[in-house]
């Protein structure tokens, strides 16, 4: 299934966003398996079929927060590469597979989740599934909701953990959710309170946009002057919304709500215009995490540092939902190997693991495909040739954990 090409969103200060409407999709290979057994693949009929693999059931959603080390993840083009290929490829199965799946849903649309799920519950891995709610907050009843969470029951009962990130980049103003930080909490907490009831073995990620560029103004959903989301998010109470209001604590839903804490973080390039091919500077992925970034693509910092006030004030594991750096091919500039591994190098450094106890979630966005943010391709992938996936295994530290370090099921 192709994705949608949205139009061209306005040109926002400081980093880009990763807008993007992702559509869940199919799992033609799994599907292909199935079918040869002869096995029902019909929505939600895949529950007997994983159930058979194993009892086991995920039921403490807090199991999955390592003691010590980083969950590796990844975010796959699932047209491209299924689980298998990916562990094949680079020798290890993820802790964590990312999903994306519009809500509400019907029985197509979730039996893709359900699809996914069908790769990650041999792997003993976890499901962050990204739920984006695109006809708007008002669509969350309470029967949308509630079926939420008899469908993440199901999963958890069949022995996969689920992360769910839901409405993810709150604080921007592309997407039908943004910058309504009244309603969002609204809506968090009651999908929080449904899911800690109905559904022990999964979890609650609140995951905002990095701040660099915040309010992003021209957005189709940027808050208006006058309304009490716009006095909310003024906390400065100088009746404009500017890089010195915070970008992140008006949509906290609060610590009872929330049990992972994220926010993705790329390198989309060293200055305007994005996307060329630029070795990344010393400590910028520290940096954006601290909210400290001041740099040749802008001075960010007034950003509120994310690590410390959500890691380590408020108590939550702290996730990197995706990350990755940009590699364009039709440019000039650095190699990709050069690129790429300047990136990791950062990322996985030893200072990120020492200084950092509290971060326990690192996803890699691994696709290659159009950016409308800068009208080209872009190799994202740290895996995508022999020569780049080999040196990024020999870079990767003995900290991270993989499927088979959680111990939930497999």
């Not at 995920?58 to 083009?77: H, Q, Y």
């Not at 469908?151 to 009962?157: G, K, T, Y």
């Not at 990350?323 to 650095?334: L, S, V």
């Not at 992938?381 to 295994?393: C, F, H």
């Amino acid at each position: 299934m192709g994705m949608t090409v949205a139009p061209a969103p306005p040109t926002f200060s400081g980093h880009p966003n990763r807008k993007r409407r992702r559509a869940s999709l199919l799992i033609p290979l799994v599907v292909t398996a199935l079918a040869a057994t002869g096995l029902g693949f019909a929505s939600k009929e895949v529950v007997p079929v994983v159930q058979a693999l194993s009892l086991c059931r995920a039921v403490d959603a807090s199991t999955i927060v390592p003691k010590d080390g980083v969950l590796l993840g990844v975010n796959l083009d699932w047209n491209s590469e299924t689980l298998a290929e990916h562990q094949a490829n680079l020798g290890h199965d993820p802790a964590v597979v990312v999903q994306f799946s519009d809500i509400p849903y019907d029985d197509e649309t979730w039996s893709h989740t359900t699809n996914a799920v069908t790769q990650v519950r041999p792997t003993g891995g976890v499901l962050l599934l990204t739920l984006e709610p695109h006809g708007g907050l008002a669509t969350m009843s309470d029967e949308v909701i509630a079926t939420l969470a008899t469908d993440l029951r199901a999963i958890n009962d069949q022995g996969t953990p689920v992360v769910v990130r839901f409405a993810h980049e709150m604080n921007g103003s592309w997407y039908s959710w943004g910058q309504q930080p009244l309603r969002y909490v609204e809506v968090f907490r009651k999908v929080a309170a449904a899911v800690h009831t109905q559904a022990p073995g999964t979890s609650m990620m609140w995951a905002p946009n990095y701040g660099g560029g915040y309010p992003f103004t021209g957005g189709q959903f940027a808050a208006r002057p006058g309304t009490p989301d716009f006095a909310t998010l003024d906390t400065d109470h100088d009746g404009t919304l500017t890089m010195n209001d915070d970008t992140y604590a008006p949509y906290y839903p609060g610590d009872d709500a929330v049990d992972w804490v994220g926010v993705s973080l790329y390198h989309w390039g060293n200055q305007r215009p994005w996307g060329n091919n630029d070795i990344s500077e010393p400590g910028k992925f520290l940096a954006m995490l601290t909210g400290t970034y001041n740099g040749t693509a802008g001075d960010d910092s007034a950003v509120p540092d994310f690590y410390q006030v959500y890691g380590v004030d408020h108590q939550k594991p702290v996730g990197i939902p995706e990350t990755a750096a940009i590699f364009t091919p039709a440019r000039g500039g650095a190699s990709e190997l050069d690129v790429k591994r300047a990136w990791w190098r950062q990322v996985f450094s030893p200072e990120t693991h020492q200084q950092f106890p509290q971060l326990k979630m690192i996803n890699w966005f691994e696709w290659k495909k159009y950016e409308i943010e800068i009208n080209d391709d872009v190799d994202w992938r740290s895996a995508g040739t022999p020569a780049i996936r080999d040196a990024l295994t020999q870079d990767l530290p003995d900290w991270l954990r993989y499927g088979e370090d959680l111990g939930v099921c497999r």
